[in-house]
Structures are given as structure tokens and as C-alpha cells.
């Protein structure tokens, strides 16, 4: 009730709304955050029934089918499992009252309308998920690169003519070694933390 309450306050509609980081507390997807994991609101946009919430680790969308229902459908996305691509932004026509942010979470895809009056603030987002698409997109490949080495490896062992306790004794190394290299590859090109990010382009 309070935050339907705290809804009409902030005069939302269909239309979404960048809501400052004062406003956090009056929103939902604000009661799902791991503030425990120090996980942070970068982002956020508001309609009547939806919410839409960036943090460094997540996207949040918290789903109402109906303005005038209470019920809320909480969606998460994490960056590290569901990869933003397609990130699109839609300027206004002289007689729009809003722009639109388009982007793609793994299979999902997202059109959120915001007031036009909000265009600054909603560039530095689609700067932000422009670069975190583009840095994945680039790390992906790397790290397939860095695989496919790996693999290759494998293969010129299994050809090499080494007796059966050579072979095991070799096998072993190279999985001892494969596991930590795969372990610290993955830190380094699977990114689950874009706080830098968001600091870098989002100017509350």
C-alpha cells in the first residue's frame, strides 16, 4: 500500500520515469537488492506497473500485468548469465512525449518508454549498456580463443607416443593445469560485477 502510494507521489503513468537516488526507498525493486553481496541501484525507471532496475550485477524487472494490480512478477537477470546485446536508443518526433531504450538480455528483449524531458539521463544509460555489450561481445571471443588452445593441447598429447604412465602422469598435469587456467580465465573474461561501469557513465 505504501508503495502505491509512494507511486502517486512521484506521478507516474504508462510513460516510465528515471527515479533519483532518493526515490530508491520508494520503490520495490529496491526490496530485492543484496545489499548483503554490496550489490547497488545504478539505474532505475518506473511506470505505474513496471519497474526497471539496473545494478552492478543485475538487471531487475520487477513485472505488473496491471497498473491497478498489486500483484509483481520479480524478474533478475544477471549480466554474467543473460549477455545484453542490441542495445538501441529512439530519440523523439516533435509530437512524441517519449523516447524509447531497446535492448536484448539473452532471449528477452526489452522497450522501455521514457519521458522525453529525461533524454540526458537515459543517454548515460545507453552508454553504459552499449559499452558492457560491446566489452562482453569482445571477451567472449577471447575467451574462445584461449579454449580453443587449450584444446589444442589436448589433441597434440593424445598424438604424442609416450608410454601409458608417461601419458597419465602427463594427463594429470594437464588437467591440474587446465582447471586453474579455466578458473582464472573465467575471472578475467566473464565479468559478473560492471559497478566501474555504471560509475563511469551514469551521472545522478
Known amino acids: 500500500m505504501l508503495k502505491k502510494l509512494a507511486s502517486d507521489a512521484l506521478g507516474l503513468s504508462d510513460i516510465g520515469k528515471i527515479i533519483g537516488p532518493e526515490d530508491y526507498d ?36 520487477v513485472d505488473g500485468e496491471k497498473a491497478i494490480s498489486s500483484k509483481r512478477l520479480l524478474k533478475r537477470y544477471p549480466y554474467a548469465q543473460y549477455q ?20 536484448t538480455l539473452g532471449e528477452q528483449s526489452f522497450s522501455i518508454d521514457v519521458d ?16 558492457i555489450s560491446e566489452k562482453v561481445h569482445d571477451d567472449n571471443i577471447l575467451f574462445e580463443l584461449a579454449t580453443g588452445s587449450l584444446d589444442k593441447a589436448v589433441t597434440v598429447l593424445q598424438n604424442t607416443r609416450l608410454s601409458d604412465i608417461q601419458l597419465a602422469d602427463q594427463y594429470k598435469q594437464l588437467t591440474e593445469f587446465s582447471f586453474s587456467w579455466l578458473t582464472s580465465a573465467r575471472e578475467q573474461y566473464q565479468i559478473k560485477d560492471f559497478g566501474d561501469v555504471f560509475e563511469r557513465y551514469i551521472n545522478n
Do not use: M, P
Open 26 to 61: 520508494k520503490t520495490d525493486a529496491d526490496d530485492y537488492i543484496r545489499h548483503e553481496d554490496q550489490e547497488k541501484i545504478y539505474f532505475l525507471i518506473k511506470t505505474k506497473a513496471d519497474e526497471y532496475c539496473f545494478t552492478n550485477s543485475a538487471f531487475i524487472h
Open 116 to 131: 522525453k524531458k529525461q533524454l540526458n539521463k537515459l543517454n548515460d544509460l545507453y552508454k553504459a549498456l552499449a559499452y
Open 84 to 103: 545484453i546485446t542490441d542495445v538501441f536508443l529512439e530519440t523523439a518526433g516533435k509530437v512524441d512525449l517519449d523516447v524509447e531504450i531497446k535492448f
